[in-house]
């Protein structure tokens, strides 16, 4: 029988698994409360990534947000008024920044991509753009940090993830990237990540997702839920009220709030991002992640995109052009672009869960519900998996990929203040 699924929240995640759903028989609605992309799809880096991915909790994290509460030039920052909403969540956070949870993190994370290829293959099938541009190339001032770097992602290999086979010097990078400052001394090439444009990608889901018909609601606020036990029966919206055999939660950013009205905690909180463009410059073809400087530049056909920060100010985060400024003044150190020439200034929020891991399951109290949130700084990575394992469990009620680590409910346990809401 076809089952009818409706999608809220029409993001990377919401647009691919609408793809897929739609794709394997079902009958797809996708609300969002702006326009489709709107949020941080499009904005993104660009890095298409099985080999950098990380969660944000890591050792020394909690002493950097702390540090930034006085220092607002910090790639990590936390403004004090965003504190209050984040005691919960931040408590969460700092229990998981041990080492030992970090690493289990980024096996997570491995063990998720797995079947990165086959799954963005897929997305390919079905309409999306999946172009990929050259491999990132991740270069470093000082030899001994590029050591250690290099050295965290060899226990990776035992999980599928495809590691540097070693350092090059800075001779050797600059071949690669003619723009790199005389001060790089050693990097390696991340064969496994790739550029590709979020735009192209976004826009041409859209399109197939209009060409398969499927029914699309813009600008429509989720206002009120109606549940009987263990089901949700029907969604209103300032545009209409929606009925359904499954419906699928993957509002980026907006999750939280979105999930009260289900009565659900999605411990989700918005982690504000900026990016800024420059002219395009042959010195520059390959995407590079300044690991030193907690940027990154990727080139794309009509721009070089650079990107950074992650700034935590509350559920309606404010724009700040010393976000801006910081990206632009670290770089210069490390690449010789044209940062005079800077345009295109853009701010965005990213869905960041305590753990740095998504939120991917059927909580325990619907069963005819999925969430897909939380899925932080690498949406863009972890889209093409995610959407084959959430369309595989709306429609068969069971993934082939495993999502035991990314339990929606993992952190109900707590009854700390504010947790997930």
Known sequence: MTKSVVVV???LVGLASALILSDRGAEVTIIDANELGSGAARGNAGFMCTTLLEPLAAPGAVKSA???????TRALRVH?????GMIGWGMHFARSATQKRYVAGRVALAKLNLRHSEALDLLGSLGADITLGPELVVPFKDPAIAEHYLSTLAPMADYGVAIPTGLLDGDELRRMVPALSDEIRAGYVASGDHSI???????SMIAALRERKVTIVEH?????????ERRVNSITTTKGTFTFDEVVISAGAGSRPLGKLFD?????????GYNVGLPVSEGLTHPVIFEEAHAVATPFADRIRLGGTMEFDGLEPRFDPRRVEAILTSMRKFINLDFDAHFGTWSGSRPMSPDGLPLMGRPRQYDNL???????????SLTPTSALAIAELVLEGASSID???FDPDRFRISKLVGAGR
């Open 197 to 203: 444009d979020p735009r192209v990608f976004v826009d």
């Open 264 to 272: 659900l905690r999605i411990a989700v909180v918005p982690g504000q």
């Open 80 to 84: 004090a008024r965003a504190l209050p």
């Open 66 to 72: 702390l540090t930034s509460l006085n220092d607002p």
């Open 220 to 228: 429509a606020q989720v206002t009120s839920v109606g549940r009987s």
């Open 403 to 405: 999502l035991t680590d």
């Open 9 to 11: 929240g029409g993001g």
């Open 370 to 380: 999925v969430i897909a949130a939380g899925h932080g700084m690498f949406g863009l």
